[in-house]
Structure formats: C-alpha cells, structure tokens
C-alpha cells in the first residue's frame, strides 16, 4: 500500500476516496458553499427571485442586491456543472458606492471561511529533498508554485493517463466511476512541477515507491494578508503597473541556483497575484477596465484559457475571477470597438443601487457607525429617532427615475413593497421593465442616484456641524442640509443635481407627516397611539356591514393579532370624518376606499396578522388629522399651545409633551424640543 506517513501522497489519496478530503475546483466549491444554506423565495418589485441564506448572515451582511446575487449564484452553478461560464469571468458594473467591492469582499471572506472547515480544506504538495538530483544548488524544498491539488499530481504519475487510472484503481482501491468523476477535472501539472516530476523519474530510474518519497502533502496557507485563496489585484496606473504583478517573472535568485537555464522553475510565479490564488481561489481584479490596454490583454488570455503563460512555458490555474467596474469606465472601454473580445469573455451584471428605503435603514445604518459618537468635548451625541428614517428615504429618492406612470412617492412605497393608494405592485413592475429596456445603462431603473459613499459624507458634515456639537444630538431635520451640501459639492452633472434637490423637497414632505405621526404619539401620551386608531378605523369598517351589529352599533370579533374576542363601537361619525380627510366625497367613493382596506385586510393578514396599515401613510395622515382636531379643536390650535407657552395650561401640555418624548419615544431634551419647533412652522406643508 506504499508509504503511509501522514503527509504522504497515499494517504491523501485514501482521504479523498473516503469522502474525507476533496477534490472539486473552484467553481464547484463556491457553489457548495452557496447551495449548502438555506434558500428562501422572496418577491422583489413584483416578481418572484430567490433569496440565500449565506449573504444574510453576519455582522455586517449584504442587503438587498438580489438580482445581483441571483445572477452569480447560477454563473458559478453553470461553470460548476461545466457551462460556458467557466471560460468568462464574472464582472459587477455600476455607479461608485453602491457595494460591488463589498459585495467580492464579502464572499472572499465567506469563501475563506468556508475553507477553514476540515472537510473543505485545500492541500497542495511540495518535493522535498531536490538537492539529491543536482542542478538545484542548495535548494532542497520546493512547493508547487501555482499551489496544485494533489490529485493533479496523482492524475499525471505515470506518463500515460490509461496506466495513471489503473495504478490509482489498483494502489488506492477508488471504484471506476470515482476516477471518472475525478478525471472530469483533468488538467495537466504546471510547467515547472512537471519538469521536476519528470527529473525525479530519471533519478528514480521509474521506481514509484522512490518516486513518491520526494512529495510531502501540505495544506494551502489560508492568511488573508498573503493573498493565497483570495486575492485582489486593484488597477494601477501606467507606469507602475506590468503583467509582472499578475504572471510573475524570472527570478535572479533561482537562476543563482538552478543550472539547467531551461529549467521553467527559474521563473517566479508567486511574484504574480495569479499563481497565489491557481489552487482552487477566486481572483479579484478591481477596476479590471481602468488597466492599460495590454495588461486587459493578459486577462483576455487568463480568462479564456485559464493558464499562466510566460515565454511558452503553460501552468494551467483553477481560480474564480470576478472584476468590478463604473460605469464610465466599462462605457469609455466599450465605445473602442477593438476591445469586443474582452467584454466578449465576461458574464457582466449591472448593479443598481438600492431602492428599498426600509432595507435602506439598515445600510444607513452602517453609514453612522457601529460605535457610540461623541461631540468634540468628548461628550456623547445622541442620534435623533428620526433622522435613520429621514436620511434613508432622502437617499433612496435620489435613486428612483421618473416616470408618468407613478409619483416619486408611490414609487417609494411600492419599491419597498408598501401599498400605495389605488396603484398595484405591477404598475412598477412595468415601469422597471420600461426602464430596463434602454441601451443606456444609467437611465435605467436604480442605476443613478447618491451612493452610499455620498450619504456617508452626508453623516460626516452633520457630525461636524456647530449644531450637532452644541446640542450634543444628531437632528433629524438637518440631515437634509448636509444632504443639499453634498449634492451640490459631489454632483458633477446639473440635470441631476436639479432632480436631486427636487427630491430632498419631497423627503421632507415625508418627514412632516412623520412628525405629525410623532406628535399625536406624543400628546396622547403612547407611543402606539396611531396605530390603534388606525385598527379602530379599520375594524369599524370591517363591522359596519356585520349581521351581528346591534342598534347599539356594538360589534364583537375576533383579534386576529391575540385571537381573543373583542368588542368596539362603531362610530360612523369617526369614519365619516376619517374619509373626508383622505377627500372622499360621494358614497361611490368612500365604498371603493372601503372595499380597497378590506381587500388589502384579507390578503395581508393572513400571511401576516401583525399586519397594522402603518404604511398606507394617506390613511395614517388622515386619521392623525381627524385625531389631532377633534382632540384639540383643531392641529391649529395644538401648534398654537406648543408655540404660545405664556398660560399655564399650555406649559402644562408642552412639558407633558416633552416628557413622553425623552421617556416613551427616544428623544433627547434637544431633538424634541427642536421637534416640537419644527412642528409649530408651517415648512414643508404639502
């Protein structure tokens, strides 16, 4: 059975039969990687795509991106099964700041992590003991260069493959449909590895007991910071940058060495980022199309043929390579009509920004930091309540196109996947589709608009400001100064920086009705308040057709949220006044409304019965005003107690105010006491 220690070939090769080691390339063990998690389905602007667990997990995960990761998974599932992607390589093109180098990033290290794993781990080998041969001076140990699997080694023993195949079947015992499934994966050893292999068989005198004493197994080293498995190439400039940086070159020290001159060992790979990452890794080539034109050339040839070429000398490589480009740049490579071939080669997938404001959040999220922000004296600075929600819909409205067919705001709400007045999810739909039909990238839907780098910038200018540091709090409201500054400092073109400032008006508009949601929460002394008068409404227009109903208009049902019976008076008063507000005016009109909640009722709340109506805002806002008014003769004259505090009663009402903000919702003494002052302006009335 030949030699059994533990670094021995034979013993890998045992491993291998016993399912205890692999051997599968680079494609099939990102794919494993992928496929081995949860999947779930997801409807994203109306259409039905595939969610999977693995990018979902973690501290800092990926957000949204579907499409995106959609179209990788099955680029790396195709070249997996042997499709024409395994001869592309995978390119993400898009605006700056909308994720692409995070999202590489974030599979390297998912992949990384996943090789950590004994059973996934990847082993190379190196020969030992070559200053027995002569020719190679003093040096002893040599590892294969471009970090080959064993098994490439095991599949190229022998000279030929026919009597490779036996030898296995019959020194390790693999069945003849495992050596099929390995010899799928056939390539030939590297150039230098196979000049040595074939030194050695002479020495030997064909002896492959003695052969096999000169290998030693070792596992591929997997530190991030020697780019081995995962390394990324970024684009240089002209002068600095040469194919060396990617293939490697002659080494100076070997040649001092080595005596035979065409030894292919005197050149050195690892030199090149390629070789680092041959065995099985994945390769990232940032900004692939800002390279000069012949080092693209060079990636024209790794890319089709997967091998390391340097003067005639072939090694072939197993590696994943994905690029991230601009716009700009992949549309400045494309217009030279000479390139076809490259672009030709890569499987390319435009990423758009995101455009779902509440997955926003959590993106905005990252943008103001993990840890607790301090003022310049050091002191903490507290973060409005609402400025996540405010700063988030700002951004996101930037990133949606016009259109005839929706309003910026319906676009919003239905791109989040909220209900939006009368228009369905398919009337986005086929806007998006609409948009997705122009030849020119960016006019298409979630391509342009300010990207997270722009709102992290937008933070920055609100941490810095005299404000924040004097009230020692991140105010909501004036995000969208910093946001107005950002635009017209960062946006080059002026057609955008009109759109974008027309936006932010209408963020603000959004950030009123939030406000006044606020305001009531804060008057009525909880912070739910709103959502209860919401159900109210709804339920009462649920019960008011009910056989049940008595002359007393009690009505009895069953709260779907507690399944407890419950009962409630319906006030037609109430829902008459509810229904003027949202500027129904014949019985028609309030029946279609009616008909429209109840319809939205039985479709949402059996998937979800949490479900509370807190996202048809036009609802929201008319019940808020109904509140307000008939609570307080009128908003009018709640504004008029905030802002005229010279009665005690007034005063009263302010500090009870002021004091369910610090203790129920979140507020700090400076964000509700600016709260309360923007509430008593008229800006941003719609």
């Given at each position: 059975?030949?030699?059994?220690?533990?670094?021995?070939?034979?013993?890998?090769?045992?491993?291998?039969?016993?399912?205890?080691?692999?051997?599968?390339?680079?494609?099939?063990?990102?794919?494993?990687?992928?496929?081995?998690?949860?999947?779930?389905?997801?409807?994203?602007?109306?259409?039905?795509?595939?969610?999977?667990?693995?990018?979902?997990?973690?501290?800092?995960?990926?957000?949204?991106?579907?499409?995106?990761?959609?179209?990788?998974?099955?680029?790396?599932?195709?070249?997996?099964?042997?499709?024409?992607?395994?001869?592309?390589?995978?390119?993400?093109?898009?605006?700056?700041?909308?994720?692409?180098?995070?999202?590489?990033?974030?599979?390297?290290?998912?992949?990384?992590?996943?090789?950590?794993?004994?059973?996934?781990?990847?082993?190379?080998?190196?020969?030992?003991?070559?200053?027995?041969?002569?020719?190679?001076?003093?040096?002893?140990?040599?590892?294969?260069?471009?970090?080959?699997?064993?098994?490439?080694?095991?599949?190229?023993?022998?000279?030929?493959?026919?009597?490779?195949?036996?030898?296995?079947?019959?020194?390790?015992?693999?069945?003849?449909?495992?050596?099929?499934?390995?010899?799928?994966?056939?390539?030939?050893?590297?150039?230098?590895?196979?000049?040595?292999?074939?030194?050695?068989?002479?020495?030997?005198?064909?002896?492959?007991?003695?052969?096999?004493?000169?290998?030693?197994?070792?596992?591929?080293?997997?530190?991030?910071?020697?780019?081995?498995?995962?390394?990324?190439?970024?684009?240089?400039?002209?002068?600095?940058?040469?194919?060396?940086?990617?293939?490697?070159?002659?080494?100076?020290?070997?040649?001092?060495?080595?005596?035979?001159?065409?030894?292919?060992?005197?050149?050195?790979?690892?030199?090149?980022?390629?070789?680092?990452?041959?065995?099985?890794?994945?390769?990232?080539?940032?900004?692939?199309?800002?390279?000069?034109?012949?080092?693209?050339?060079?990636?024209?040839?790794?890319?089709?043929?997967?091998?390391?070429?340097?003067?005639?000398?072939?090694?072939?490589?197993?590696?994943?390579?994905?690029?991230?480009?601009?716009?700009?740049?992949?549309?400045?490579?494309?217009?030279?009509?000479?390139?076809?071939?490259?672009?030709?080669?890569?499987?390319?997938?435009?990423?758009?920004?995101?455009?779902?404001?509440?997955?926003?959040?959590?993106?905005?999220?990252?943008?103001?930091?993990?840890?607790?922000?301090?003022?310049?004296?050091?002191?903490?600075?507290?973060?409005?309540?609402?400025?996540?929600?405010?700063?988030?819909?700002?951004?996101?409205?930037?990133?949606?196109?016009?259109?005839?067919?929706?309003?910026?705001?319906?676009?919003?709400?239905?791109?989040?996947?909220?209900?939006?007045?009368?228009?369905?999810?398919?009337?986005?739909?086929?806007?998006?589709?609409?948009?997705?039909?122009?030849?020119?990238?960016?006019?298409?839907?979630?391509?342009?608009?300010?990207?997270?780098?722009?709102?992290?910038?937008?933070?920055?200018?609100?941490?810095?400001?005299?404000?924040?540091?004097?009230?020692?709090?991140?105010?909501?409201?004036?995000?969208?100064?910093?946001?107005?500054?950002?635009?017209?400092?960062?946006?080059?073109?002026?057609?955008?920086?009109?759109?974008?400032?027309?936006?932010?008006?209408?963020?603000?508009?959004?950030?009123?009705?939030?406000?006044?949601?606020?305001?009531?929460?804060?008057?009525?002394?909880?912070?739910?308040?709103?959502?209860?008068?919401?159900?109210?409404?709804?339920?009462?227009?649920?019960?008011?057709?009910?056989?049940?109903?008595?002359?007393?208009?009690?009505?009895?049902?069953?709260?779907?949220?507690?399944?407890?019976?419950?009962?409630?008076?319906?006030?037609?008063?109430?829902?008459?006044?509810?229904?003027?507000?949202?500027?129904?005016?014949?019985?028609?009109?309030?029946?279609?409304?009616?008909?429209?909640?109840?319809?939205?009722?039985?479709?949402?709340?059996?998937?979800?019965?949490?479900?509370?109506?807190?996202?048809?805002?036009?609802?929201?806002?008319?019940?808020?005003?109904?509140?307000?008014?008939?609570?307080?003769?009128?908003?009018?004259?709640?504004?008029?107690?905030?802002?005229?505090?010279?009665?005690?009663?007034?005063?009263?009402?302010?500090?009870?105010?002021?004091?369910?903000m610090l203790n129920k919702l979140g507020y700090c003494k400076t964000c509700a006491q600016k709260t309360i002052e923007y509430f008593c302006t008229q800006e941003d009335e719609k």
């Amino acid at each position: 059975m030949g030699d059994t220690h533990i670094n021995s070939l034979d013993n890998h090769l045992r491993a291998v039969k016993e399912g205890q080691r692999r051997f599968e390339n680079a494609f099939q063990g990102v794919a494993r990687m992928v496929l081995e998690n949860d999947i779930e389905k997801v409807v994203v602007n109306g259409k039905t795509t595939y969610d999977f667990s693995i990018f979902r997990k973690g501290k800092k995960h990926m957000i949204g991106m579907y499409d995106e990761i959609n179209s990788f998974v099955s680029y790396v599932k195709d070249a997996a099964e042997g499709g024409s992607s395994k001869e592309m390589a995978y390119v993400l093109v898009g605006e700056p700041g909308n994720g692409k180098t995070f999202f590489v990033e974030f599979i390297c290290s998912r992949y990384r992590d996943f090789l950590f794993k004994e059973q996934n781990r990847k082993y190379s080998f190196k020969f030992v003991g070559m200053d027995k041969l002569g020719g190679y001076g003093r040096i002893s140990t040599i590892e294969s260069q471009t970090y080959e699997d064993p098994m490439v080694l095991a599949m190229n023993l022998l000279e030929s493959i026919d009597a490779t195949k036996e030898f296995l079947v019959k020194r390790v015992g693999f069945s003849d449909a495992q050596i099929e499934q390995i010899y799928d994966n056939y390539r030939p050893m590297g150039a230098c590895t196979a000049y040595m292999w074939n030194s050695i068989r002479s020495f030997a005198g064909d002896n492959i007991d003695e052969m096999l004493k000169f290998i030693e197994i070792i596992p591929v080293p997997l530190i991030e910071s020697l780019g081995t498995v995962t390394g990324k190439y970024p684009a240089k400039d002209k002068i600095t940058s040469s194919a060396v940086d990617l293939l490697g070159e002659e080494s100076i020290q070997r040649l001092l060495h080595i005596t035979d001159t065409n030894n292919p060992y005197r050149f050195d790979l690892r030199r090149g980022a390629l070789a680092r990452v041959a065995g099985g890794g994945i390769h990232f080539a940032d900004e692939i199309y800002k390279n000069k034109k012949d080092l693209v050339q060079v990636y024209l040839g790794v890319i089709q043929n997967r091998t390391i070429e340097i003067d005639g000398f072939k090694w072939p490589i197993d590696t994943l390579i994905i690029a991230t480009s601009n716009n700009s740049e992949f549309n400045r490579f494309l217009s030279e009509k000479e390139e076809a071939p490259i672009v030709d080669r890569c499987r390319i997938s435009y990423v758009s920004h995101n455009t779902n404001f509440k997955q926003q959040k959590d993106l905005t999220a990252y943008a103001m930091g993990s840890d607790a922000r301090t003022t310049f004296s050091r002191e903490v600075l507290h973060q409005d309540p609402n400025l996540n929600h405010a700063a988030s819909v700002a951004v996101v409205l930037t990133r949606l196109p016009r259109s005839e067919k929706l309003t910026p705001i319906e676009t919003l709400k239905l791109a989040a996947g909220e209900v939006a007045g009368e228009k369905s999810i398919k009337a986005l739909a086929e806007v998006i589709d609409t948009l997705n039909q122009n030849p020119d990238i960016v006019k298409r839907f979630g391509q342009k608009g300010l990207g997270q780098r722009n709102l992290g910038r937008s933070i920055q200018l609100l941490i810095e400001s005299s404000e924040t540091n004097e009230g020692k709090c991140m105010f909501a409201y004036d995000i969208f100064k910093a946001l107005e500054r950002v635009i017209l400092d960062y946006v080059p073109d002026a057609n955008d920086r009109a759109k974008y400032l027309e936006d932010l008006k209408i963020a603000k508009g959004m950030y009123r009705e939030r406000i006044m949601t606020e305001m009531f929460n804060a008057y009525m002394d909880e912070p739910y308040a709103i959502r209860k008068d919401v159900m109210n409404y709804v339920s009462m227009i649920i019960g008011i057709d009910a056989e049940n109903l008595g002359p007393d208009k009690m009505w009895k049902y069953k709260d779907p949220q507690t399944g407890e019976l419950k009962a409630l008076k319906v006030d037609e008063r109430y829902i008459k006044s509810v229904e003027e507000r949202l500027g129904l005016k014949t019985e028609e009109m309030r029946e279609t409304f009616r008909t429209s909640i109840r319809k939205i009722y039985g479709q949402k709340i059996s998937v979800d019965p949490n479900y509370d109506f807190m996202d048809n805002l036009e609802l929201v806002k008319a019940v808020t005003d109904v509140r307000l008014k008939s609570d307080i003769a009128g908003a009018g004259s709640l504004i008029g107690a905030l802002a005229n505090r010279t009665n005690e009663e007034n005063q009263k009402l302010y500090d009870r105010m002021i004091n369910t903000m610090l203790n129920k919702l979140g507020y700090c003494k400076t964000c509700a006491q600016k709260t309360i002052e923007y509430f008593c302006t008229q800006e941003d009335e719609k």
